[in-house]
């Protein structure tokens, strides 16, 4: 059986960290990093160079290939092992629990901190989709070439860690995000069932439902409002905290306000929300898309 991320972790060595930070600041010059220009920026001999990278190819850290030289280049496990190591010497996370979620573009892992509180840990991976399906869902990377995904997941972290910071100072309901380190978002765990697993009989009456979808708008509309347009909303990714009101999730592909089809990503925000809710409850909403879009757009003309 192969080892977990987490048994690797806890066998590597001081060098072997070495190595792998080394690969990933050459690999800025190089897609696969010639095994001498390790070896030379190391100031140690390509035999210990070699040795090393053999034991961590075993573990899938690496990939090795041969071309008119021999290239490393870090995987996911080794970026995951860098980004750990990272967060726990900040004191971020004591210890890195079970995986509980995989998405398209993301892994989730439990952690908890020095106090012993649970965490959320949130793996980006954008390699796991296709590279020219990735760039027309983030408009953040159309404009930048040769993005490894390594690199590219990590873009995607600082951007959601940003977000979810300026959306949390703004009163938002968002999770409240702790820290972020290469591609790996640490934030705040956020108790409660995800709106896509509600049944219409968990709700004590047909006007709870309502109130649901309302509270939901409402912070769409404080989010437009602080400058963020979610760009990809839906029932999955909205829980219900303990509380039973909503938390948004889910934000590196958020858009401006300001940007120039905010009007359409936010409509489509809203519709996607309001469909789910006339379709599974059968509520009729209250409210027209475009009387909330002129509410936020007049508003915020009205502010400068």
Do not use: C
């Not at 053999?54 to 860098?82: E, N, P, S, W």
């Amino acid at each position: 059986m192969p080892l977990t991320i987490l048994e690797i972790f806890k066998k590597l060595t001081k060098f072997e960290f070495r190595v792998l930070s080394v690969i990933e600041i050459l690999m800025a010059r190089h897609e696969f990093v010639p095994i001498e220009d390790i070896a030379k920026y190391m100031n140690y001999t390509e035999k210990r160079i070699r040795v090393t990278i053999d034991r961590m190819r075993k573990d899938k850290l690496v990939i090795v290939v041969q071309r008119h030289y021999l290239g490393i280049a870090l995987t996911f496990i080794g970026y995951d092992a860098l980004a750990l190591k990272a967060l726990v010497e900040k004191g971020v996370i004591a210890q890195v629990g079970p995986e509980i979620g995989a998405g398209k573009e993301s892994d989730v892992r439990l952690a908890l901190d020095d106090d012993g509180n649970d965490l959320i840990l949130k793996f980006h991976r954008l390699g796991k989709l296709d590279f020219r399906a990735t760039r027309k869902a983030r408009s953040f990377l159309a404009e930048k070439r040769h993005l490894s995904p390594l690199y590219e997941s990590r873009l995607s972290a600082e951007r959601e860690y940003s977000a979810l910071k300026a959306l949390f100072d703004a009163g938002v309901s968002v999770p409240k995000p702790i820290s972020q380190n290469r591609h790996i978002v640490a934030m705040h765990v956020v108790t409660g069932q995800d709106l896509f697993r509600m049944k219409k009989n968990e709700f004590k009456n047909p006007e709870s439902v309502r109130e649901l979808s309302e509270n939901i708008l409402n912070e769409i509309i404080k989010s437009a409002k602080a400058g963020y347009i979610h760009g990809d909303l839906s029932e999955y990714n909205i829980r219900l905290n303990e509380e039973d009101y909503p938390v948004l999730f889910d934000w590196p592909q958020y858009i401006s306000l300001d940007s120039g089809h905010a009007n359409l990503i936010l409509s489509r925000d809203i519709e996607n929300v309001l469909n789910y809710f006339t379709k599974k409850f059968k509520m009729s909403p209250r409210i027209e898309i475009k009387e909330i879009i002129d509410k936020i757009f007049v508003t915020r003309e009205n502010a400068k």
